[in-house]
């Protein structure tokens, strides 16, 4: 990750979980990630203009929501997830939403090393395309993660954990 470089707490793994986070909080849905040179732009689909009252009810309409996060977003991101998690207002279980199906998606990107990341989501479904240097040149490595994926690897988190707590021995 081109602004990340250099620092291993920030990583993937770190950055979408903490974006994730942000999404859930926003109850954004149908997500594009896109990295740039100087942090991420997401659009997605939140919805808007609902309220209810004594009087009326109003369910709102859907709206597409662009945002742009530089790298000073997503270290207050990252901050404030940490400090969530050590209150323990993290979520618990394989249904993490967003923070959990980006933060084992950045895992399995973390591992591939690409120069850059496209990503989308529809349904609780992820695609991702990294753009990968090689001997040959630079190409684009497309992979598709479903929800069963997602909650495959949500589910052994606690074992590469488990693996990451003994090697430092």
Do not use: C
């Amino acid at each position: 990750m081109r602004i990340y470089e250099g620092s291993p707490r920030q990583d993937f793994e770190e950055v979408f979980r903490s974006i994730g986070a942000f999404l859930d909080a926003r109850g954004m849905r149908d997500v594009l990630l896109l990295e740039v040179p100087d942090g991420f732009v997401v659009q997605g689909l939140v919805m808007a203009g609902g309220s209810t009252s004594a009087w009326s009810e109003s369910v709102g309409t859907q709206a597409k929501e662009t945002l742009t996060f530089v790298d000073d977003d997503i270290a207050r991101f990252m901050e404030e997830a940490a400090t969530r998690r050590g209150d323990g207002e993290s979520p618990q279980g394989t249904n993490l939403g967003h923070e959990g199906a980006l933060r084992v998606i950045g895992r399995w990107i973390d591992e591939q090393k690409p120069k850059d990341v496209f990503l989308f989501e529809q349904e609780g479904a992820y695609v991702v395309r990294l753009l990968m240097a090689g001997q040959a040149g630079a190409h684009h490595q497309l992979a598709e993660f479903t929800r069963d994926d997602v909650s495959s690897l949500v589910a052994q988190g606690p074992t590469h954990r488990a693996g990451q707590a003994g090697s430092g021995s």
